[in-house]
């Protein structure tokens, strides 16, 4: 093994070790080609670099599209410079003189890892793995037998060997492995049984649960993570994110200290003002959501619609492509069998010509029909660019407006207006109650009613009028930038879903167009190359 032998010359993975392993991997007849010119290294899915005295590993970055790499019976010391092989499938970095699992936390795909016969004293830095199917850590430095405990979060894993490490040589080492790792199928080569897994699970039964409780709470805690990722990517889709419940309401005052400090005004306090102004702005919000989400079912239906009639005017010329063409064959076979029964001649040559005149009359027939389909894709185009146009501009019409003049399915029409309004409304409140409490410490300066943080807001009347005027603006501005990104969002559906609908149709025509040409000049090819057969005398 490699990491015994103390004579041999280190090496690094450099540009001329990769080249001369991929020439190596190349079919013998490819050896000249590929010493003549650089292999395009983005192409190569294997390489070996086995038995090569190699150190350190670098220079790998280029071979991104690499999934099988070996680099067993070397010299290495520490796993790097794997980062970018993030499609790497199997990964031998076995007999090497690795002390430390790491480096491996961008090989997301790994499903075969070995790291057998090296120095490796723990199990950590794996838990990225998680299609890691087979994995060999034998005859290893492993002494720690819970270590073992970690590999629970690689879920595929069906294959482990840890034969040849010190905790081999517990007493109940295979079951205190099958215990703890249920899913496993091989252990150290051998298949574990169903009585050793019975036994297993008695007997460590008390260390396992508490485990298996664990688990399932952070799965559960996961799954809600999931569930509330996936809700809210959906409302971001329906460009109402965060309009549910009082997230609007609450970051208008994220940031406002003085707030939290005016609340402790008398009349702030006996006041219902705080809690009514909130109540309707959450409802508002609340109606625009919903509004929204309708809209987005809406905006979908019509997506939808387009492209399944898209689809269906593609299948009709589809099908008719496919008759003109098998008529074309048929004519083509009995002219082929009459020119071949001719054999040479004004007759074959006649024949010829006519083959030719039917490979015209041929494309004349599929560009014909392709225009026409053509045609009607651009109509069915317009029409849903206009459908579209309707849809964006009614939604932002709609929660823009201070007074809608249409009916809404809602039970309360639904716009930012209404917010803006709120927050006038409740800011005129707060303004009679700051000039009433001013007057009031004009007149007793000595009131101790008031926490001084508060009392110190009051020095100038000036001073709290301007800083209550600032906080009203910017909530303006929030409610401002929260409609505009509504706004923003709309646009750039529209444009996109319109955009994409055109482009795919012009990808669609030039595809078709130049796979019509190749197919009419393969058929003239062969008409050319035909052997007529001359009859035997």
């Known amino acids: 093994m490699s990491q015994f032998v103390s004579s041999i010359e280190p090496n690094v993975i450099d540009d001329e070790m990769v080249q001369k392993a991929i020439e190596e991997k190349c079919p013998e007849d490819l050896g000249d080609l590929a010493r003549r010119e650089i292999i395009n290294w983005k192409v190569v899915k294997e390489l070996q670099l086995s038995f090569k005295s190699i150190l350190q590993i670098d220079n790998l970055w280029p071979l991104e599209n690499l999934t099988k790499l070996q680099l067993d019976n070397n010299i290495i010391e520490k796993i790097e410079g794997l980062q970018s092989l993030v499609h790497l499938v199997w990964l031998d970095l076995s007999f090497n003189n690795i002390e430390v699992i790491e480096g491996l936390d961008t090989l997301v795909k790994l499903q075969d890892l070995s790291l057998y016969s090296n120095r490796i004293s723990k199990i950590e830095h794996m838990d990225t793995l998680q299609e890691l199917q087979i994995f060999s850590i034998g005859k290893n430095n492993l002494t720690i037998l819970e270590d073992v405990v970690c590999l629970r979060r690689l879920k595929s894993l069906r294959t482990l060997n840890l034969s040849g490490n010190p905790f081999c040589r517990e007493e109940h080492y295979t079951l205190f492995v099958v215990a703890h790792l249920p899913n496993l199928v091989y252990l150290d080569f051998k298949l574990v049984r169903d009585s050793t897994r019975k036994a297993a699970a008695l007997k460590y039964q008390d260390l396992t649960k508490p485990l298996e409780e664990e688990e399932a709470r952070v799965l559960a805690l996961q799954e809600t993570q999931e569930a509330k990722q996936k809700e809210l990517e959906y409302h971001q889709t329906a460009f109402v994110e965060y309009l549910n419940g009082s997230f609007l309401f609450d970051s208008l005052y994220a940031d406002d200290r003085e707030a939290a400090k005016l609340a402790f005004l008398p009349g702030q306090k006996n006041l219902d003002s705080v809690v009514t102004y909130k109540e309707e702005f959450v409802s508002v919000c609340g109606n625009l959501f919903n509004y929204g989400l309708e809209e987005y079912e809406k905006r979908e239906a019509e997506v939808s619609k387009f492209y399944k009639r898209y689809h269906e005017i593609l299948a009709v010329n589809q099908e008719e492509s496919r008759r003109i063409i098998s008529d074309f064959e048929s004519r083509k076979q009995r002219r ?89 409304e409740y800011h005129k409140k707060l303004v009679k109650i700051v000039i009433a409490t001013q007057e009031k410490l004009d007149m007793d300066p000595f009131d101790e009613s008031l926490p001084e943080d508060v009392q110190k807001l009051f020095e100038d009347k000036k001073t709290i009028v301007n800083i209550i005027n600032t906080a009203h603006s910017v909530r303006l501005r929030k409610i401002d930038k929260r409609e505009s990104d509504m706004l923003c969002n709309t646009y750039r559906w529209q444009i996109s879903e319109t955009e994409k609908a055109f482009q795919n149709e012009s990808d669609r025509n030039r595809t078709c167009i130049r796979k019509i040409l190749c197919f009419i000049n393969t058929l003239q090819k062969e008409l050319d190359n035909t052997v007529i057969l001359k009859p035997k005398e």
């Open 336 to 424: 082929l069998d009459e020119v071949c029964q001719a054999g040479s001649g004004n007759l074959a040559e006649c024949e010829g010509a006519q083959g030719k005149e039917e490979i015209h009359q041929l494309w004349d027939a599929l560009m014909t029909l392709e225009a026409l389909v053509s045609n009607d894709l651009e109509e069915l185009l317009q029409d849903f660019k206009r459908s579209i146009d309707v849809i964006a501009s009614t939604f932002t019409e709609n929660f823009q407006v201070i007074y809608p003049f249409h009916t809404f399915s809602l039970t309360m029409f639904c716009t930012f207006n209404q917010c803006r309004d709120l927050e006038k």
